[in-house]
């Protein structure tokens, strides 16, 4: 079954295929200093550092600690580990994958 979600659009399409296409890192570093502000960057790096705390048990404190997120950014991030569309999730079992594989993350 093919996921549903409002997001869809042609223009969304086209933005992530934009992403697939990109080959490594300085590739993603090219385009998102040119997509994003730093701001923006900066935030959905945030993110993506509080949901894999989360997914590996440390606590809110730790959490907020660790990366400066507020808690409620940290209980919204929560809320979509338990209750959104696994994006997340799938992205942090295919980082672990490649790390218990021996595999580097992206070439640089």
């Known amino acids: ?5 409002k ?4 223009e969304n399409d086209e933005l992530f ?7 490594n890192r ?7 200093t040119d ?4 701001n923006e960057l900066h935030a959905i790096s945030q993110r993506f550092q509080v949901a894999k705390l989360l997914s590996r048990d440390h606590t809110y404190n730790e959490i907020e600690k660790q990366t400066n997120a507020s808690t409620a ?3 919204r991030i929560n ?6 569309a696994d994006g997340y999730k799938i992205a942090l079992e295919r980082l672990e994958e490649r790390e218990s ?6 070439p640089e």
Do not use: H, N, W
């Open 101 to 106: 594989s021996g595999q580097q993350k992206l």
């Open 7 to 10: 997001l869809k659009s042609p």
């Open 35 to 38: 997509i994003c502000t730093i």
């Open 79 to 84: 809320k979509c580990l338990v209750y959104g």
């Open 73 to 75: 950014t940290i209980s």
């Open 17 to 23: 295929d934009a992403i697939l296409s990109l080959e």
């Open 1 to 5: 079954m093919a996921f549903e979600t």
């Open 26 to 32: 300085e590739e993603c570093y090219r385009f998102f």
